[in-house]
Nanobody
Framework: QVRFVESGGGLVQPGGSLRLSCVAY????????MGWYRQVPGKQRELVAR???????NYEDSVKGRFTISRDNRKNMVYLQMNSLTPEDTAVYYC????????????WGQGTQVTVSA
């Protein structure tokens, strides 16, 4: 069973940048799509960005042009570069595999907290 550990979160001012990292404790299959997700207390988890095994990326509308997802299968890593951060990006960020069933995934990591505040 794959386990993911997220890191790289923190407190940043509006307009700032962060780079999140996710290590998978199992070799990622090249064809496995991966996603970054985020959740604000009291709200449902949402998909922020996803990337296929062929490095085709898709983004939620509010982060397009600001966030970039990437992966390095040799290192079992997935990254999320976040630029021009706004307070609305404040959330706990998680990585996981991606498919259409993701809302019902039973297992999630601890996530990494991102707080955007002046």
């Amino acid at each position: 069973q794959v386990r993911f550990v997220e890191s790289g979160g923190g407190l940043v001012q509006p307009g700032g940048s962060l780079r999140l990292s996710c290590v998978a404790y199992r070799p990622l299959f090249d064809a496995t799509a991966m996603g970054w997700y985020r959740q604000v207390p009291g709200k449902q988890r949402e998909l922020v960005a996803r990337i296929t095994g062929y490095d085709v990326a898709n983004y939620e509308d509010s982060v397009k042009g600001r966030f970039t997802i990437s992966r390095d299968n040799r290192k079992n890593m997935v990254y999320l570069q976040m630029n021009s951060l706004t307070p609305e990006d404040t959330a706990v960020y998680y990585c996981n595999t991606y498919d259409s069933r993701w809302p019902s995934y039973p297992l999630w990591g601890q996530g990494t907290q991102v707080t955007v505040s002046a």
